[in-house]
């Protein structure tokens, strides 16, 4: 589903990325772990084109995703992307959030956009606040709404940026929850996380990056048991 080949990401002098080789199977969940500034959220906004790799090739269910030709658009409709801030848009209600991008995008009937808004409402715990404006939601109910709007666009891929950091640690569980159920959906999920009790269960790789590298690549049990690298070994006897 995402092959990664020789990514490079600079900003300035700064290289943030060296080297990233990945290949992501379809209907994988893969955590990316590291310290602050490793290259984390840097690699997961290069997938979607949020920011432009310095060099490299992406491949996105066997499209080159850095081809000129490639219609952004279209491939950004593959891929949701859940940010640590929830990005909602203030001046609509829960409901017409979800609505917009597959009624914008999609071209799709606002009463069957209203239909697939409601059950992915539902999924998420919150089919009672549809006419809430985001204002009157909690933390952890507008990542929630977030997740749905995400999902509204049934993506192949699902990109989630480290999504509990800006939440109250009591809502933090109701969203893992969430994500929780999204990854048994099959869609393939990149997550950059810090909470690695949560990565240890819902994943089926590790990545683990340090200082634009990835370092250690392999299931939970090998990268937080049996680390290869001194540095890996350290970063989990503090966690």
Excluded: W
Excluded at 11 to 29: H, M, R, T, W, Y
Excluded at 86 to 113: C, G, H, Q, T
Excluded at 163 to 185: F, N, R
């Amino acid at each position: 589903m995402i092959s990664i080949k020789d990514l490079k990401k600079r900003f300035g002098d700064n290289e943030v990325l060296k080297d990233i080789d990945i290949e992501i199977q379809d209907g994988e969940v893969v955590s990316l772990i590291g310290s602050s500034g490793s290259g984390k959220s840097t690699l997961l906004r290069c997938i979607n084109l949020l920011e432009t790799p310095t060099s490299g090739e992406i491949y996105i269910d066997g499209i080159n995703i850095l081809d000129k030709s490639v219609d952004l658009n279209k491939l950004r409709q593959n891929v949701g992307m859940v940010f640590q801030q929830f990005n909602l848009f203030p001046n609509m209600s829960v409901i017409e959030n979800i609505k917009l991008a597959p009624k914008k995008i999609r071209k799709m009937s606002d009463e069957k956009a209203t239909k697939m808004a409601m059950k992915l409402l539902r999924d998420v715990g919150l089919a009672d606040k549809a006419d809430a404006m985001p204002k009157q939601l909690s933390g952890g109910q507008k990542q929630r709404v977030a997740i749905a709007r995400a999902l509204a666009m049934e993506p192949k891929i699902m990109l989630f940026d480290e999504p509990t950091s800006a939440l109250d640690p009591e809502m933090i569980g109701e969203v893992l929850d969430v994500i929780s159920k999204v990854a048994k959906k099959g869609i393939t999920m990149i997550i950059v996380t810090h909470e690695m009790k949560f990565a240890r269960d819902i994943s089926d790789r590790i990545l683990f990056l340090d200082k634009g590298r990835i370092i250690e690549n392999g299931t939970p049990e090998e990268v937080m048991d049996h680390p290869k690298t001194e540095r890996v070994k350290r970063f989990f006897e503090k966690h």
